[in-house]
């Protein structure tokens, strides 16, 4: 059975730090492309990070560079997102996704295999 499960999510003032994790199982974890994605009420889906599973490439919008960083564990199934810098448009129920098309070069683009629940992350004074 199949399952990400994230944690890590919160309320955090603008300025502040989060560090989201995404437990996987059920699945080779490092064949997999893994990946961020963030959805604000009433806007569409974004993907905020990635990383592939073949050379590490990672890909980062404009909206997030600098700010945020992922990482991957392959030895214990995890993922992470760490987020400094957060401001109040970094609110969003964040997920974390994972997809075996991407393994060599960029992995922007949509993740079309597992994905999990979501956990919100609010920034606000």
């Known amino acids: 059975q199949v399952q990400l499960v994230e944690s890590g999510g919160g309320l955090v003032q603008p300025g502040g730090s989060l560090r989201l994790s995404c437990q996987a199982s059920?699945?080779?974890?490092?064949?997999?492309?893994v990946g961020w994605f963030r959805q604000a009420p009433g806007k569409e889906r974004e993907q905020v990070a990635c990383?592939?599973?073949?050379?590490?490439?990672?890909y980062y919008p404009n909206s997030v560079k600098g700010r945020f960083t992922i990482t991957r564990d392959n030895a214990e199934n995890a993922m992470y997102l760490q987020m400094n810098s957060l401001e109040p448009e970094d609110t969003a129920v964040y997920y974390c996704?994972?997809?075996?098309?991407?393994?060599?070069?960029?992995?922007?683009?949509?993740?079309?295999?597992?994905w999990g629940q979501g956990t919100q992350v609010t920034v606000s004074a």
């Open positions: 990383i592939n599973s073949g050379d590490g490439y990672t």
């Open positions: 059920g699945f080779i974890f490092k064949n997999y492309a």
């Open positions: 996704a994972a997809d075996k098309q991407y393994w060599l070069g960029s992995c922007q683009g949509d993740f079309t295999e597992y």
